[in-house]
């Protein structure tokens, strides 16, 4: 088993930044991917951003982009979710997701573990 436990959600007015964080811990693997997902009250979860192994590989959602910044501590089996210019359209539950794997992976069915959350609000 895998935990996964994310940090550094919260209130921010609209145009200001949030670093997120997500801390993997449990069984080891050679390599990993990770991603970071969303879901907004009334709507379905969404893709935001991943990262491969390497984190020489990144992908972002278009809402997203030029925005966000995804990245990785391997060392420190955390990846991070650099969020600027926020926007009241971002507010949702952020999630953290994790499987084995050298890819990029997009789609949350392709991932086994996933983290509990964390409330990011953006205020108008």
């Known amino acids: 088993q895998v935990q996964l436990v994310e940090s550094g959600g919260g209130l921010v007015q609209a145009g200001g930044s949030l670093r997120l964080s997500c801390a993997a811990s449990?069984?080891?693997?050679?390599?990993?991917?990770m991603g970071w997902f969303r879901q907004a009250p009334g709507k379905e979860r969404e893709f935001v951003a991943a990262?491969?192994?390497?984190?020489?590989?990144?992908y972002y959602a278009d809402s997203v982009k030029g925005r966000f910044t995804i990245s990785r501590d391997n060392a420190k089996n955390t990846v991070f979710l650099q969020m600027n210019s926020l926007k009241p359209e971002d507010t949702a539950v952020y999630y953290c997701?994790?499987?084995?794997?050298?890819?990029?992976?997009?789609?949350?069915?392709?991932?086994?573990?996933w983290g509990q959350g964390t409330q990011v609000t953006v205020s108008s």
């Open positions: 997701a994790f499987r084995e794997g050298l890819g990029l992976y997009t789609r949350a069915l392709e991932y086994d573990y």
């Open positions: 449990g069984r080891t693997f050679s390599s990993y991917a």
């Open positions: 990262i491969s192994w390497s984190g020489g590989s990144t």
